[in-house]
Nanobody, 117 residues
Framework: QVQIVESGGGLVQPGGSLRISCTAS????????MGWYRRLPGKQLVLVAG???????QYADSVKGRFTISRDNAKNTVYLQMNSLNPEDTDVYYCNYKPQRPGMTYWGQGTQVTVSS
């Protein structure tokens, strides 16, 4: 069993910064990928940023140059540093942990990020 716990969401003004965190615990397998997703209106969950435990990263075009994903493998924790936030970034952000094993993927409960003046 795997538990995913997210933290760090909140309200921030346009142009501001926020860092959200996610820790996976329990039966952790390597290699794996951890990432952040959001659900755009009327759409399924889409990737915001992802990082493997080897350090390879992937970003959505809309966040390149503004968001940085990083991880601490010893703590099974992933961080998303979000800078230059704008109202379009407002959403619930979901953490995903996906080991390289068939059929395994785990989701957090989501953390709300609101960008508003």
């Amino acid at each position: 069993q795997v538990q995913i716990v997210e933290s760090g969401g909140g309200l921030v003004q346009p142009g501001g910064s926020l860092r959200i965190s996610c820790t996976a615990s329990g039966n952790i397998f390597s290699p794996n990928v951890m990432g952040w997703y959001r659900r755009l209106p009327g759409k399924q969950l889409v990737l915001v940023a992802g990082i493997s435990n080897g350090g390879s990263t992937q970003y959505a075009d809309s966040v390149k140059g503004r968001f940085t994903i990083s991880r601490d493998n010893a703590k099974n924790t992933v961080y998303l540093q979000m800078n230059s936030l704008n109202p379009e970034d407002t959403d619930v952000y979901y953490c995903n942990y996906k080991p390289q094993r068939p059929g395994m993927t785990y989701w957090g409960q989501g953390t709300q990020v609101t960008v508003s003046s």
